[in-house]
């Protein structure tokens, strides 16, 4: 039962672009829902996130979108740089929990 | 210090062999966490331990024995394992067993023979 899904393995985008990721969630009882960015032979890192009550947060280049009644949350990367190029896990809390269910991943690939 | 130190990177290990996988932070964080991590697959939580306490235990085989010696150390001890527990194993840290905001470290990633 994959609770946190992110459905493109793989996105290109080009350098300046805007890069969006996408993550679909099933589980109505994740209170924190989170980015990590992971490079190769690197542990991941945390990148931003955002609360179940929010709907937006901003870092930098970095935005989170959370839809709830679509149980959908995205990552835009404005612009992309080439440094952006690394494998992208949305990640999301249970509530009272110390677990984070990771979804599958999003490879970006930022072309010059 | 804001790092989660991880040793070996790399590990080579027959299925009759004991070995350990060592993690260590001095960020004062009281949460640590072992994940497992298959190729092409995401991160799976397999033990927390809060204040250096066994709190969660995610139906690991017991031939995955984890220990906290301290509040900045964590063990993972590995006996009689199989070629499929070939992974990536990673540790993680956080301030309070609550918080969400992991410092991973590099991982070691294990191959068994």
């Known amino acids: 039962d994959q609770q946190v899904k992110q459905n493109s393995p793989s996105l290109s985008v080009q350098e300046g672009r805007i890069s969006i990721l996408n993550c679909d969630y099933t589980?109505?009882?994740?209170?924190?829902f989170l980015w990590y960015k992971k490079y190769p032979a690197e542990g991941p890192t945390f990148l931003i996130s955002i609360s179940s009550i929010k709907d937006k947060n901003e870092d930098g280049r970095f935005t989170v979108f959370l839809n709830k009644s679509a149980k959908h949350l995205s990552l835009h990367i404005v612009p992309s740089q080439p440094g952006d190029s690394a494998v992208y896990f949305c990640?999301?809390?249970?509530?009272?929990?110390?677990?984070?269910?990771f979804g599958q991943g999003t490879r970006l690939t930022i072309n010059p | 210090d804001t790092e989660v130190t991880q040793t070996p990177k790399h590990l080579v290990m027959g299925m009759t062999n004991k070995k350990s996988l060592k993690c260590e932070q001095h960020?004062?964080?009281?949460?640590m966490y072992w994940y497992k991590q298959k190729a092409k697959k995401p991160p799976e939580l397999m033990f927390v331990?809060?204040?250096?306490?066994?709190?969660i235990n995610e139906s690991v085989p017991s031939r995955f024995s984890p220990e906290c010696p301290n509040s900045s150390l964590l063990n993972l001890h590995l006996h009689a394992l199989q070629p499929e527990d070939s992974a990536l194993y990673l540790c993680?840290?956080?301030?309070?067993?609550?918080?969400?905001?992991?410092?991973f470290g590099s991982g070691t990633r294990l191959t068994v023979v």
């Open positions: 589980n109505s009882m994740f209170d924190y």
């Open positions: 331990y809060s204040y250096e306490k066994l709190s």
């Open positions: 960020m004062g964080h009281r949460a």
């Open positions: 993680a840290s956080s301030q309070e067993r609550t918080s969400y905001g992991y410092t």
């Open positions: 990640a999301a809390r249970i509530q009272g929990a110390q677990k984070l269910v």
